[in-house]
């Protein structure tokens, strides 16, 4: 996201008037949601700053200023914050647009912890916009996740949101380590389940892709 990421953390970027940040955060609360952990490290003082004018939902820190930990370790340094029931775990540089439902609530309706370990947010790559690869997974009937194989082209995307439970995070490594290694578990086990998003997903990974997410949301209120 460079130049723009010089001088301003990615999740601070602003897409149609908004941060990214406060694109995910938004949704929250409109789903009920009470307590969110934000994670910070470049520029942790920008972001602390800026979550501090918010009120809903109520959000804590999680510090990483003295070192990355990578997707996986910094949810799992955030756990002690969390509680122990299920929760959305949400990347700050992609978001969606609702469908006919807010996506947040069908998650939190679908997972089913008896049946799955995760339950993923998944877009069609034909509906993605600011997403030029080749998917991430391929969902059988009843929602189960598999990878695609390393030259397959898969039809489904995962769209930075799931569910899980913490006890998942058990036998995970101290210190950096990326969700995909919980994924991967999860899929192997059958229990990586997917949720097709009935809206569009927005990736907002380079500053081109600003531009695209706002003529998108533009359209979705015409």
């Given at each position: 996201?460079r ?11 602003e ?6 940040i ?104 034909t ?40 006890k ?30 009935d ?15 706002e003529q ?7």
């Amino acid at each position: 996201m460079r130049p723009i990421t010089e001088h301003i953390p990615k999740p601070l970027v602003e897409v149609a008037g908004r941060t990214l940040i406060d694109h995910i955060l938004d949704p929250l609360e409109e789903a009920g949601v009470s307590l969110a952990v934000v994670n910070v490290h470049y520029r942790a003082e920008q972001m602390e700053q800026h979550l501090a004018a918010r009120t809903a939902p109520k959000v804590l820190i999680s510090d990483e200023r003295d070192a990355l930990l990578d997707s996986g370790g910094g949810v799992k340094k955030a756990l002690s914050l969390l509680g122990d029931a299920p929760f959305y775990v949400l990347n700050a540089d992609s978001f969606w647009i609702d469908g006919s439902r807010p996506a947040l609530l069908q998650l939190a309706e679908a997972f089913d912890p008896a049946r799955m370990d995760m339950l993923m947010l998944v877009s069609a790559t034909t509906t993605a916009t600011g997403y030029s690869g080749r998917g991430d997974f391929h969902m059988n009937p009843f929602g189960a996740l598999t990878r695609r194989g390393e030259h397959q082209i898969a039809p489904f995307v995962y769209a930075g949101v799931f569910i899980v439970a913490p006890k998942f995070f058990e036998n995970t490594p101290d210190g950096p380590f990326s969700l995909n290694l919980l994924f991967d578990r999860a899929a192997a086990s059958g229990r990586l389940h997917g949720l097709r998003l009935d809206g569009f997903w927005l990736h907002v990974g380079t500053p081109a892709s600003i531009a695209e997410a706002e003529q998108k949301i533009e359209e979705s209120v015409r």
